[in-house]
């Protein structure tokens, strides 16, 4: 079947400028999460979302950004005001249920802030 | 809080050679799974191996194969007949049962295969 699908695969923006961010989990996957991955770097957590809920926002970075879930499937990452620091891949991840469970990722959307 | 460390930024290995990954990690839970991602440069994460942590028997896939030391809280990737294929970016990881929401991730281990 089909994996996550994210969208754009790349996105360039100016500072000062919104971006939104786009992931199609698998179908039937109630957990979805949202990770970022600067240059050769591990994956920083960002939010969590079982269903159409956040239970973990603690690793949103601040307030200029934001999640949301809709119909327990398609989910959209805003970054308002973008800064250079946010230059990072972002990648999306879901799940059959948050316990036990692998991560399916997709492809990801890198990110450049100029 | 829990965190991974993957202590080789860096390795490399002949092609048809063993190589091990290593990957220790903190934490004050009993029960949590262990993962093995590789992610080559398509950025497409790909699990590679899990391993229960109530389980004594190491977790084996094919060519690749964990050294799960509970008490050392040590969790290593061995990788039997490389393959130029396997050159990618390799990432331990740690999943709670009770902050089930999220996975820490150590930095990675970049594997090189020479032909």
């Known amino acids: 079947g089909a994996g996550v699908s994210q969208s754009p695969s790349n996105k360039v923006t100016e500072k000062g400028k919104d971006v939104e961010l786009r992931c199609d989990p698998i179908?039937?996957?109630?957990?979805l999460y949202w990770y970022r991955q600067s240059l050769g770097q591990g994956l920083e957590f960002l939010i969590y979302?079982?269903?159409?809920?956040?239970?973990?926002k603690s690793g949103l970075p601040s307030d200029r950004f934001s999640a949301e879930r809709t119909g327990g499937s398609v989910s959209t990452l805003t970054i308002q005001r973008t800064q250079q620091e946010d230059s990072a891949v972002y990648l999306c991840?879901?799940?059959?249920?948050?316990?036990?469970?692998?991560?399916?990722f997709g492809p990801g959307t890198r990110l450049t802030v100029t | 809080a829990q965190t991974v460390t993957q202590s080789q930024p860096e390795m490399s290995v002949q092609e048809a050679e063993t190589v091990t990954l290593s990957c220790t990690y903190d934490?004050?839970?009993?029960?949590?799974?262990l993962f093995w991602y590789k992610q080559p440069p398509s950025r497409q994460m790909i699990l590679v191996i899990r391993?229960?942590?109530?389980?004594?028997q190491n977790a084996t896939e094919n060519r690749f194969s964990v050294n799960f030391q509970k008490a050392a809280k040590s969790f290593s990737l061995k990788i039997s007949d490389s393959q130029l294929g396997d050159a990618a970016m390799y990432f331990c990881?740690?999943?709670?049962?009770?902050?089930?929401?999220?996975?820490?991730f150590g930095d990675g281990t970049t594997l090189t295969v020479k032909p």
């Open positions: 991840a879901s799940s059959p249920s948050a316990v036990g469970y692998e991560q399916y």
């Open positions: 179908s039937g996957h109630t957990a």
């Open positions: 979302f079982q269903g159409n809920s956040a239970p973990d």
């Open positions: 934490t004050s839970e009993s029960d949590y799974y």
């Open positions: 391993q229960e942590a109530y389980k004594q």
């Open positions: 990881a740690y999943r709670s049962l009770t902050n089930a929401g999220k996975s820490t």
